[in-house]
């Protein structure tokens, strides 16, 4: 084996959440900062929490309302058209009796 290529290792680094847990661990880094962890993830707490780091929620939600709004002018401009065929069927059947 080579010497000297290794990275030093660190029996007791320590790991650092966002949401403010730390505990220790080996690793080569003395160090480490994580987003996420088992204390504070989703799936371990049953929780749904969002973690939005480049504003891709509120885009998504942006697109959604924008979809929902078009749809909701279609649906009228369709009900519309609906009721004007309707009366211009009614006209022409009071127009036949």
């Known amino acids: 084996m080579r010497k000297k290529i290794h990275p030093t290792y660190y029996e007791n680094a320590k790991v650092i959440c966002a949401c403010g847990n730390t505990w220790t661990t080996g690793s ?3 160090v480490i900062h994580t987003d996420v962890c088992s204390a504070c993830h989703p799936f ?5 929490r969002i973690v939005d780091t480049a504003g891709q929620v509120d885009r998504f939600m942006k697109r959604l309302e924008q979809k929902e709004a078009r749809m909701a002018r279609l649906r009228a401009e369709r009900e519309k058209r609906e009721e004007e065929k309707e009366a211009a069927r009614m006209a022409r059947r009071r127009g036949e009796l």
């Open 44 to 48: 371990f707490t049953g929780e749904q």
């Open 28 to 30: 080569t880094q003395p």
